[in-house]
C-alpha cells in the first residue's frame, strides 16, 4: 500500500513533477536553438546535422520502449533521477564535442545520452502526473504537458540569447546541463516512494520477474491499443506540424520564411492555451466529447491549412490544427491511470505508443513528401486524426474491476 501524503507533500510532489517536464522542454530546446553553432563548429553540412537527428531519435525511442523496463527495475522515482542525470550529461557532452574537442563522436555520445534519458523519463513522468491527478480528482495532466512546452520557450529563449550574447555552445549547454542535473536531484527528494509506481522499498522487494509482469501486463489489453489508436493520431498530427508546418506555409503557399514561423506560433500557442484551460471542459463535458470535438477541429484545420487559398486561412487553418491536437496525448495518459493499481503499466503502455509515433511519424511524412510533395502529403494526418476521433470511446472513465475492453 502506498502510504498517504500529506498536503505539504503532495504540493511538493506536484511541483517536482512540473520541474521535470518544464526541464525535459528545457533540455529540447537547448540543443535545438543552437544546432546552427554545432554544424559550424563542427563544420558539418545539413544531410550530416540530419544523420544525427536520426540517431537521436532512434535512441528516444529506444528509451520510451524501454522505459516500462527501467521502471520494472528500478521505480518510477529512482528511474526519473538516472534519466535525468543522463540526459543532462548528454547535453553538456554534445556542448563539449562542438566546441571544445570538435569532436562529432563525443557529440554523438551525448545525443545518445539525451534521447534516451528524454525518451525514458517521458514514461515515467507521466506515470508520476497521471497518478497526481488521480489524487487531485479532477483533469490536470494537459496543465503538465503545458510545462514541457514552457520548458521550450525558456531553452529556445535562453538560446537565442546566448547566442545574441556569443557565448559558446560549450559554456551554455554547461549552464543548462547543471540546472537540469540540480533539478533531477532536488526532484528526487520531493517525489515520494510509491508501490504503484514500481517503486522498491525495504519491506517489500518482489521479484524482478513479477515487476516485469505487471509493467507489461497492459500490453495484453485491448484497451491500451485503442487508446493507442487516439494518441498515435493526435501525436503524427502534434509532431507532423512541429517538424513541418513552417516548411508547408513557405514551399506549399509560396509565404516569405517570416510567415512559416508565424505559423508555427500560431499553432503552439492554440495547443498551449488548450492544455493549460482545457481541463474544466473535460471535466464537464467528459474526455470523450471533447477528444471527438476537438479531432473535428484538427481535422479541419488541417484540410483549410493544406486548400486554404490565402494566408490567413491557413493561419486559421493552423490555429485549429494546434487547438485540435492539444488533448489527445494527455486525455489518452488520463484515460491509461483509471485503475490506480494499474496505472503504471498502462500509462507505460500507453505512453510508448504515443511518442514512437511522436517522434517516427515526422520523418515518415518527409519520405512520402518526397514523391507526392508536402502539402499533399499531410492528407495522411486528416486520415489519422479522423481515425483517432471514431476510436475516442475508448478514453470513456473505466469502472476500477471492470473488466477491459475497448466497449
Same mark, same amino acid.
Given at each position: 500500500?502506498?502510504?498517504?501524503?500529506?498536503?505539504?507533500?503532495?504540493?511538493?510532489?506536484?511541483?517536482?513533477?512540473?520541474?521535470?517536464?518544464?526541464?525535459?522542454?528545457?533540455?529540447?530546446?537547448?540543443?535545438?536553438?543552437?544546432?546552427?553553432?554545432?554544424?559550424?563548429?563542427?563544420?558539418?553540412?545539413?544531410?550530416?546535422?540530419?544523420?544525427? %537527428?536520426?540517431?537521436?531519435?532512434?535512441?528516444?525511442?529506444?528509451?520510451?520502449?524501454?522505459?516500462?523496463?527501467?521502471?520494472?527495475?528500478?521505480?518510477?522515482?529512482?528511474?526519473?533521477?538516472?534519466?535525468?542525470?543522463?540526459?543532462?550529461?548528454?547535453?553538456?557532452?554534445?556542448?563539449?564535442?562542438?566546441?571544445?574537442?570538435?569532436?562529432?563522436?563525443?557529440?554523438?555520445?551525448?545525443?545518445?545520452?539525451?534521447?534516451?534519458?528524454?525518451?525514458?523519463?517521458?514514461?515515467?513522468?507521466?506515470?508520476?502526473?497521471?497518478?497526481?491527478?488521480?489524487?487531485?480528482?479532477?483533469?490536470?495532466?494537459?496543465?503538465?504537458?503545458?510545462?514541457?512546452?514552457?520548458?521550450?520557450?525558456?531553452?529556445?529563449?535562453?538560446?537565442?540569447?546566448?547566442?545574441? %550574447?556569443?557565448?559558446?555552445?560549450?559554456?551554455?549547454?554547461?549552464?543548462?546541463?547543471?540546472?537540469?542535473?540540480?533539478?533531477?536531484?532536488?526532484?528526487?527528494?520531493?517525489?515520494?516512494?510509491?508501490?504503484?509506481? +514500481?517503486?522498491?522499498?525495504?519491506?517489500?522487494?518482489?521479484?524482478?520477474?513479477?515487476?516485469?509482469?505487471?509493467?507489461?501486463?497492459?500490453?495484453?489489453?485491448?484497451?491500451?491499443?485503442?487508446?493507442?489508436?487516439?494518441?498515435?493520431?493526435?501525436?503524427?498530427?502534434?509532431?507532423?506540424?512541429?517538424?513541418?508546418?513552417?516548411?508547408?506555409?513557405?514551399?506549399?503557399?509560396?509565404?516569405?520564411?517570416?510567415?512559416?514561423?508565424?505559423?508555427?506560433?500560431?499553432?503552439?500557442?492554440?495547443?498551449?492555451?488548450?492544455?493549460?484551460?482545457?481541463?474544466?471542459?473535460?471535466?464537464?463535458?467528459?474526455?470523450?466529447?471533447?477528444?471527438?470535438?476537438?479531432?473535428?477541429?484538427? #481535422?479541419?484545420?488541417?484540410?483549410?491549412?493544406?486548400?486554404?487559398?490565402?494566408?490567413? %486561412?491557413? +493561419?486559421?487553418?493552423?490555429?485549429?490544427?494546434?487547438?485540435?491536437?492539444?488533448?489527445?496525448?494527455?486525455?489518452?495518459?488520463?484515460?491509461?491511470?483509471?485503475?490506480?493499481?494499474?496505472?503504471? #503499466?498502462?500509462?507505460?503502455?500507453?505512453?510508448?505508443?504515443?511518442?514512437?509515433?511522436?517522434?517516427?511519424?515526422?520523418?515518415?511524412?518527409?519520405?512520402?513528401?518526397?514523391?507526392?510533395? %508536402?502539402?499533399?502529403?499531410?492528407?495522411?494526418?486528416? #486520415?489519422?486524426?479522423?481515425?483517432?476521433?471514431?476510436?475516442?470511446?475508448? #478514453?470513456?472513465?473505466?469502472?476500477?474491476?471492470?473488466?477491459?475492453?475497448?466497449?
Amino acid at each position: 500500500m502506498d502510504t498517504a501524503l500529506s498536503r505539504s507533500q503532495f504540493v511538493r510532489w506536484r511541483a517536482a513533477v512540473f520541474a521535470i517536464f518544464l526541464a525535459s522542454g528545457l533540455s529540447i530546446a537547448t540543443w535545438a536553438s543552437r544546432v546552427p553553432d554545432i554544424a559550424g563548429s563542427l563544420g558539418i553540412d545539413k544531410a550530416q546535422i540530419g544523420l544525427l %537527428l536520426l540517431g537521436m531519435g532512434i535512441s528516444s525511442i529506444i528509451g520510451i520502449s524501454t522505459g516500462p523496463l527501467v521502471m520494472a527495475r528500478t521505480g518510477a522515482r529512482l528511474g526519473m533521477l538516472i534519466m535525468m542525470l543522463s540526459f543532462g550529461a548528454g547535453v553538456c557532452l554534445i556542448g563539449l564535442g562542438a566546441d571544445l574537442f570538435g569532436s562529432i563522436p563525443l557529440v554523438v555520445v551525448g545525443m545518445v545520452l539525451f534521447g534516451f534519458g528524454n525518451g525514458s523519463v517521458d514514461v515515467m513522468m507521466n506515470v508520476e502526473a497521471t497518478a497526481i491527478e488521480q489524487q487531485m480528482g479532477r483533469t490536470i495532466l494537459p496543465v503538465f504537458h503545458a510545462f514541457f512546452s514552457f520548458g521550450t520557450v525558456l531553452g529556445a529563449g535562453a538560446g537565442s540569447a546566448a547566442a545574441l %550574447l556569443h557565448l559558446n555552445v560549450a559554456a551554455h549547454a554547461g549552464i543548462m546541463s547543471t540546472v537540469i542535473v540540480t533539478a533531477a536531484i532536488v526532484c528526487f527528494f520531493q517525489v515520494p516512494v510509491r508501490e504503484a509506481a +514500481l517503486d522498491p522499498t525495504p519491506e517489500v522487494k518482489p521479484r524482478f520477474r513479477q515487476r516485469m509482469h505487471t509493467a507489461l501486463e497492459a500490453w495484453r489489453e485491448p484497451r491500451t491499443y485503442a487508446l493507442g489508436i487516439v494518441m498515435l493520431g493526435m501525436s503524427f498530427a502534434e509532431g507532423g506540424a512541429n517538424d513541418w508546418i513552417a516548411l508547408g506555409v513557405v514551399e506549399g503557399h509560396q509565404q516569405p520564411s517570416g510567415m512559416g514561423a508565424l505559423a508555427l506560433a500560431v499553432f503552439s500557442v492554440g495547443m498551449t492555451v488548450v492544455r493549460l484551460f482545457g481541463g474544466p471542459l473535460v471535466d464537464r463535458f467528459g474526455r470523450v466529447g471533447v477528444l471527438r470535438v476537438l479531432a473535428l477541429a484538427a #481535422a479541419s484545420g488541417i484540410l483549410l491549412f493544406i486548400l486554404g487559398p490565402t494566408l490567413p %486561412l491557413v +493561419l486559421l487553418g493552423a490555429a485549429l490544427w494546434g487547438i485540435g491536437a492539444s488533448l489527445g496525448f494527455p486525455l489518452g495518459m488520463s484515460a491509461a491511470a483509471d485503475d490506480p493499481a494499474k496505472a503504471a #503499466a498502462r500509462v507505460s503502455a500507453a505512453a510508448t505508443i504515443g511518442y514512437v509515433a511522436f517522434l517516427g511519424g515526422p520523418p515518415i511524412l518527409g519520405m512520402i513528401s518526397e514523391h507526392v510533395g %508536402l502539402l499533399n502529403t499531410l492528407f495522411i494526418l486528416v #486520415a489519422l486524426v479522423v481515425m483517432s476521433g471514431l476510436f475516442s470511446s475508448a #478514453a470513456r472513465p473505466l469502472r476500477v474491476g471492470a473488466p477491459v475492453t475497448t466497449k
